[in-house]
Every structure is written in structure tokens, then in C-alpha cells.
């Protein structure tokens, strides 16, 4: 006995037209990445040619979802809260991975995630999720720890995480303008 897998058509010239997609003697079969059948419908053959009824019909979809884009950050206290706009997909989004580092970090069903600040996090990608499970590529890298030196009239005043302004040190002068300390936040 093989399975027989069936595509229904839906344009305008062969609306309900079915089509033979492929058989398989196990009870799996790959459909080619990149492809959508609207409906795909099962059957079984038994060694004499005759069909089975069908199957429920199946929305198969293997179109990945776009990219999560325009990442950024905020800090409240000691929290980092990244946001992302939201992607798409033709039968809608499922959720988000996110990644630090190369490391699995979260899933979340929101377009932001909040990290703590105290957490040692260099950069993050996003990877948005389909309903059907695919994936998209990730999203540009969004670097969290890339320190920016700040100046007031000429003179070093704070070091911070660059998207993030979390101030790592600051600096304290006197009036004359000496360095006086050094202050790790």
C-alpha cells in the first residue's frame, strides 16, 4: 500500500481541478521548499489500484515568513526592552526566537522582549515563526554592548552601551576640570 498525495488548484481557469503531487510507500512525503499548495488531500492505494476515501483537506505551506526588521532598545532601571516591527506571512505568525550570541535566548508571541541589564548580552537576531512552522532568516544582528564614550566640554564624561545608554562608568571632575574618581555603575 503507498499513499497518494493530491493538489487542488485554485485559479481562475481550473478552479477544483486535482492534480497528482506525488505517492510514498512510508507515510511521509517532502514537498519542495519555496512551493504553497493551497489543499492537499490523501489517499491510499491498495495493490489493485483502488483509492481509499480522501483525507481532510491540508493547508500546506512552505513560504517562510519575512524577516523581523528595524530592532531597537530602551533601558528602564536595570531592564532592556528590545522591539522589532512585525513580520509576515500568508497565514500568520506564530511567534519569535531570539538568539544572543549565536545562543537560543526566548520565544516570544510579542514584537518586543524584555532582558535584564544585568545579563551579559553582546548582540541579538530575531527569527520570526510561521503558523506552519517555517522560518524566516534572521534579522540584522543588533549589537546591545558596543560602548560609546560621551563628552561634555571636551572632557570624558560617561562610557555607555551605545544602544542601550547604560552608563558603565562616569567620570567626575573638579571645578578645574581634574579628574577626580572614577565610578563603575
Known sequence: MHLVFIMEFSNILSIGDWELIGTSTIRSFSFPEGTHYEVVKIYAEDQFGNYSSPSKEYTINLSPPTPPTNLAA?????M??????ASTSEIGIKGYR????????AYTTNTSYTL??????VSLIIIA???SGNT?????EFVLRDLQYNYVND????ITYKNTNIVLYRYIYDANGN???????
Open 155 to 158: 572632557r570624558l564624561d560617561t
Open 136 to 140: 524566516s532568516s534572521p534579522s540584522e
Open 129 to 131: 515563526e510561521d503558523n
Open 179 to 185: 579628574l577626580i574618581s572614577v565610578e563603575a555603575q
Open 116 to 121: 535584564s541589564a544585568n545579563s551579559y548580552y
Open 74 to 78: 530602551t533601558t528602564n532601571n536595570d
Open 80 to 85: 532592556i526592552s528590545v522591539s522589532w516591527d
Open 98 to 105: 531570539i538568539y544572543s550570541d549565536g545562543n537560543y535566548v
